[in-house]
């Protein structure tokens, strides 16, 4: 009877570790969980969720071999254990054993169908494969299982919206903000979709909630700044993206769009003053320069744009990139000067670089690479 007594103490000891050692991870305390844990496999090495617990230190430290080998001893004391099925394969794909984290994932999936964060991972790991109508059968199976699951219509909307088929990813946003319209994510990436399909009204409403619901994200004042822009209110427009920029200085493309909705507003003194003070001490100040030039071209001081227009093609684009049409017009002689800023103004506004597109800008330095290498 006191032995039984005794077993039942030291059971309970150790159940109240491994919740202490949990605490301790969602607090991340990582040393006081990796203590914890490894004291309770020292008492007993066949606790499932004390590997489970250790595997989740190891893996907080990039240690993912270490975290897979306590995922799989957890496996191997209860194979069923659905949680250390999970993060085994987390951890496999880590270590980029993709094809024995899918199998993992999928058994996962088979084990529990309503594991919703098994089927997020699974199709995220399939459209890295460039699998991706397997990750979308993968979501639309994980929807009709848990269709208030905001989660999944937003990785849907997401791989719908990678793939082109934007008026299904529109579809499924809807569907996510009628579900919970208080969520800022869903709303934004609403207001985003619907800024594409130039639908600014819409946007600009989408994107309000989304601001009043995640009030620290720049990215999500900034589509709202350009919804306002759209719909010609460049007071509103001038506002938010003074915001996205306050909370992300880095973002000088919001400064720039700022001073274009004060431009717009007949300011411009205070836009040429903001973007002056922009380009202060910047390395890469191509597109600054083309929005000043912008500017100046508003006002009518075609000279001072031609000025700014030339400094931002030069400064951009190395002579072999160059397109074609801007070395022709760094190259005429200015007969006319509205004329030439009017076709410098047009040609830039076409082109990605100055833009700062990002798919362009990785192109452009992939080329350089490529070139350095011969």
Do not use: W
């Not at 496999?92 to 199998?103: H, P």
């Not at 996962?108 to 990750?135: F, N, V, Y």
């Not at 059968?137 to 990785?155: F, G």
């Amino acid at each position: 009877m006191q032995q039984s007594r005794q077993a039942g103490q030291r059971r309970d000891g150790l159940v109240a570790k491994i919740q202490q050692g949990m605490e301790s991870l969602k607090e991340k305390d990582i040393d006081a969980a990796f203590n914890i844990f490894s004291d309770v496999l020292e008492q007993n090495p066949k606790i499932a969720i004390a590997h489970v617990g250790l595997g989740r230190v190891f893996a907080h430290e990039g240690d993912h071999q270490k975290a897979l080998e306590h995922f799989e001893e957890a496996l191997s004391i209860n194979p069923d254990f659905a949680p250390a099925l999970l993060l085994s394969a987390q951890s496999r794909e880590k270590l980029g054993e993709t094809d024995e984290a899918l199998a993992q994932y999928e058994e996962a999936i088979q084990m529990d169908p309503t594991a919703g964060h098994a089927q997020l991972r699974l199709s995220r790991l399939l459209e890295k494969q460039k699998r991706p109508e397997d990750a979308i059968s993968y979501m639309l199976d994980a929807i009709q299982r848990a269709p208030q699951d905001t989660s999944l219509r937003l990785m849907l909307a997401g791989l719908y919206e990678r793939t082109g088929d934007f008026d299904k990813a529109e579809a499924e946003l809807r569907r996510a903000v009628e579900i919970s319209p208080k969520q800022g994510t869903a709303q934004y990436k609403l207001g985003k979709a619907l800024l594409r399909k130039e639908d600014f009204a819409g946007a600009r409403a989408a994107l309000e909630i989304a601001a009043a619901n995640g009030a620290d994200k720049p990215k999500v004042y900034y589509a709202l700044g350009a919804a306002h822009s759209g719909l010609g209110d460049y007071a509103k427009a001038a506002s938010a993206f003074d915001e996205a920029h306050r909370l992300s200085p880095r973002m000088i493309r919001a400064a720039i769009d700022a001073a274009h909705a004060r431009m717009k507003l007949g300011k411009h003194d205070a836009a040429l003053s903001e973007l002056h003070a922009l380009a202060k001490g910047r390395r890469n100040i191509a597109s600054v320069q083309k929005a000043i030039a912008d500017v100046y071209f508003d006002m009518g001081r075609n000279s001072d744009a031609i000025e700014y227009y030339r400094a931002a093609v030069l400064n951009h684009h190395s002579e072999d990139e160059r397109p074609a049409e801007l070395t022709a017009l760094l190259n005429a002689p200015v007969k006319d000067e509205a004329e030439t800023a009017a076709k410098f103004a047009a040609a830039l506004s076409r082109d990605d670089f100055v833009r700062e597109n990002p798919g362009a800008v990785r192109e452009k330095l992939g080329a350089r690479f490529r070139r350095a290498r011969g």
